[in-house]
């Protein structure tokens, strides 16, 4: 069965510093999607990021890329130069390609940027 | 492009009586996804649908349903409604590719309150 885990409750940073936030999974599939998600206190959920688990290539979109090792099964996000906006809680999540959308989530973390 | 619509936004029931929840996709995307989110189980997926037809089905019992229309707009219903029920209710669209690389966009939610 499809798992993930997010260690970190909550992570402080300062603002425009660097703040990497953990997530391993556990998955038998060989053909999967990791998937970050944002969400701030009005509840919707923001796609932030994807791996692809064939991509050998390191995720990267704006100040947000993904640190894949595939053999640690870890998918960590990596925030640069945070902002105070960047305050929220953020889920890791995947979903096995065999044909449904199906996203299973972490507990999440909850990342405050401070000034 | 508009995002995914759902609505209402807020919602006040009481025990035992039933709702229904719409969402209508991004224009052109033809799966959605519907997920509950509380604060002791996390977000869990509830179904999936494509093309009218439910694809994948979470666990949860029968009193959860719901159904896609031809224009891919989607509705859930929640009948004989529980204190548990109280969540936010998030639909998320995506554009199947054939690559796999499928990113699922979220709404923001209906909060439902059990009372």
């Known amino acids: 069965a499809q798992k993930i885990t997010q260690t970190q409750p909550g992570m402080f940073v300062q603002e425009k510093e660097a703040v990497t936030l953990d997530c391993t999974y556990d998955t038998s599939d060989p053909s999967y999607g990791l998937f970050w998600y944002k969400q701030p206190s009005s509840g919707e959920m923001i796609f932030l990021i994807y791996q692809g688990s064939y991509d050998q290539q390191n995720a990267t979109e704006g100040r947000y890329s993904l640190n894949f090792q595939k053999a640690r099964k870890s998918a960590n996000l990596v925030i640069s130069a945070s902002q105070l906006g960047d305050s929220a809680m953020y889920f890791c999540?995947?979903?096995?390609?065999?044909?449904?959308?199906?996203?299973?989530f972490g507990k999440g973390t909850k990342l405050t940027v401070n000034p | 492009k508009a995002g995914v619509t759902q609505t209402p936004r807020y919602l006040i029931k009481t025990r035992g009586q039933q709702v229904t929840l719409s969402c209508s996709p991004i224009s052109g995307h033809r799966s959605v996804s519907w997920y509950q989110q509380t604060p002791g189980q996390g977000l869990q997926f509830l179904f999936e649908?494509?093309?009218?037809?439910?694809?994948n089905k979470g666990n949860f019992p029968g009193r959860f349903s719901g159904r896609q229309f031809s224009n891919s707009r989607s509705e859930m219903n929640v009948s004989t409604l529980e204190l548990g029920d109280s969540a936010l209710y998030l639909c998320?669209?995506?554009?199947?590719?054939?690559?796999?690389?499928?990113?699922?966009?979220f709404g923001a939610g209906t909060r439902l309150s059990v009372l």
């Open positions: 998320a669209s995506s554009l199947l590719h054939k690559e796999g690389k499928n990113i699922q966009y």
């Open positions: 649908y494509f093309s009218e037809t439910q694809r």
């Open positions: 999540a995947m979903r096995e390609e065999g044909g449904s959308e199906k996203l299973v």
